[in-house]
């Protein structure tokens, strides 16, 4: 079975203090992985998709990479604002298009 | 201008009892989900639909029933409610061929008692 697990489930920094998140994946066909943002009350929100190993985004203060077992989700000097739970996600092969999601890594930005 | 809505926002009903829940997209994708996230923040697919069309149905009890009236509305009917149903319900859709960019509602949060 097709399985996403994040770590740590949660994270605290204080203000400009850099760090990463890790997410790993068992599945068969990946076609791709992406991480989603997901503020408190709030449905997730698209950030990133990656598809081959070696390949990295950018967004503001967010740098996603991918290898063949796990992606990260690097922080750059986080600001408040930052603060929210993040997702993985893994698109699963054969014939039904869907995502599998990790439980998320809950960030939190001291200022 | 909300992309993807969803009403009831909360909704506290008993064990036993039947609900719906409503979703809207105003962004023209043809596919549409129905996720549940548990209390411990797991995020799972429940149902997709294309073009009102039933593609993906998990392994959910047949007391969850979708419906698709047309392409940009999805709804979730619930019968003979349980205690294990409480949980945050998310809609959620794409274009076609984009799985990856899903746009998610705001959730409608369940909860019985």
């Known amino acids: 079975e097709d399985q996403v697990t994040q770590s740590p489930e949660a994270l605290r920094l204080q203000e400009g203090e850099s760090s990463s998140l890790n997410c790993s994946y068992t599945?068969?066909?990946?076609?791709?992985l992406f991480w989603y943002r997901q503020d408190p009350g709030k449905g997730p929100e698209f950030l990133f998709t990656?598809?081959?190993a070696g390949e990295e985004k950018e967004k503001e203060r967010l740098k996603a990479t991918l290898t063949k077992k796990e992606s990260f989700l690097h922080i750059t000097a986080p600001k408040p604002e930052d603060s929210a739970t993040y997702l993985c996600?893994?698109?699963?092969?054969?014939?039904?298009?869907?995502?599998?999601f990790g439980k998320g890594t809950k960030l939190t930005v001291n200022p | 201008d909300t992309a993807v809505s969803q009403t009831p926002k909360y909704l506290v009903t008993q064990m036993g009892n039947d609900k719906s829940i409503k979703c809207e997209q105003n962004?023209?994708?043809?596919?549409m989900y129905w996720y549940k996230q548990d209390s411990k923040k797991f995020l799972k697919i429940m149902f997709s639909?294309?073009?009102?069309?039933?593609?993906i149905n998990e392994t959910v009890p047949n007391r969850f029933s979708p419906k698709s009236p047309d392409k940009a509305h999805l709804n979730l009917h619930i019968n003979s409610l349980e205690l294990g149903d409480s949980a945050v319900y998310f809609c959620?859709?794409?274009?076609?061929?984009?799985?990856?960019?899903?746009?998610f509602g705001p959730g409608t949060r369940l909860t019985v008692t």
């Open positions: 962004l023209g994708h043809d596919t």
């Open positions: 599945v068969s066909g990946l076609r791709g």
């Open positions: 990656l598809y081959s």
């Open positions: 996600a893994v698109r699963t092969g054969g014939g039904s298009e869907k995502l599998v």
């Open positions: 639909y294309n073009n009102k069309e039933l593609i």
């Open positions: 959620a859709s794409n274009p076609t061929g984009a799985v990856y960019e899903q746009y």
